[in-house]
T-cell receptor, first 114, second 110 residues
Framework: DTEVTQTPKHLVMGMTNKKSLKCEQH?????MYWYKQKAKKPPELMFV???????INESVPSRFSPECPNSSLLNLHLHALQPEDSALYLC?????????????FGQGTRLTVV | GQQLNQSPQSMFIQEGEDVSMNCTSS?????WLWYKQDPGEGPVLLIA???AGELTSNGRLTAQFGITRKDSFLNISASIPSDVGIYFC??????????WGAGTKLIIKP
């Protein structure tokens, strides 16, 4: 199994809603990442988890809350988002334990905030 | 901060043509990665390069890690319709943070 699986594929949420994005990998990778990608732009790093501990937070607003329940799972909890948060949210995993190289991406969650 | 200059921004090509794109930086990188992204999908890793001067192939794709460690190129030979998409380079710096290029959009002429 060489996949990173993200659910849901699409999500529409209101600005007062609470929702969660989920990510799972079974490649034995100990680094997992959340990226945000706007149209026609490269991915922007949000968070890095290394050995289930948050190692990098790229100054992401607190309305985004990551969680890593175990080495295979990564969640992104969303609350009180703004329309400008609409984007493709990508999860990735990597072989490096603490560092951000050679990331393998899921297919993403297309998020629309209304 | 560090930046990668990826060119060209877009390319119109005929099926069967060879394609070349490159990334340059003012800083040294330890790793170069090339990704392809289709619409609505996540980036897919095509080739990873770890040593200066390294030349690596993956089917019709060939990429090289520049000898100065400040550039990399990706070549696609005999392009086919499924090659369309956006190609991103990404370099890992001494802190192993990934710096991304802006992408090269490949379009097949009808």
């Amino acid at each position: 199994d060489t996949e990173v699986t993200q659910t849901p594929k699409h999500l529409v949420m209101g600005m007062t809603n609470k929702k969660s994005l989920k990510c799972e990998q079974h490649m034995g990778h100990r680094a997992m990442y959340w990226y945000k990608q706007k149209a026609k732009k490269p991915p922007e790093l949000m968070f890095v988890y290394s050995y289930e501990k948050l190692s990098i937070n790229e100054s992401v607003p607190s309305r985004f809350s990551p969680e890593c329940p175990n080495s295979s799972l990564l969640n992104l909890h969303l609350h009180a988002l703004q329309p400008e948060d609409s984007a493709l949210y990508l999860c990735a995993s990597g072989r490096q334990g603490t560092l951000n190289t050679e990331a393998f991406f899921g297919q993403g969650t297309r998020l629309t905030v209304v | 901060g560090q930046q990668l200059n990826q060119s060209p921004q877009s390319m119109f090509i005929q099926e069967g043509e060879d394609v070349s794109m490159n990334c340059t930086s003012s800083s040294i990188f330890n790793t170069w990665l090339w990704y392809k992204q289709d619409p609505g999908e996540g980036p897919v890793l095509l080739i990873a390069l770890y040593k200066a001067g390294e030349l690596t192939s993956n089917g019709r794709l060939t990429a090289q890690f520049g000898i100065t460690r400040k550039d990399s190129f990706l070549n696609i030979s005999a392009s086919i319709p499924s090659d369309v998409g956006i190609y991103f380079c990404a370099g890992a710096d001494s802190n192993y943070q990934l710096i991304w290029g802006a992408g090269t959009k490949l379009i097949i002429k009808p």
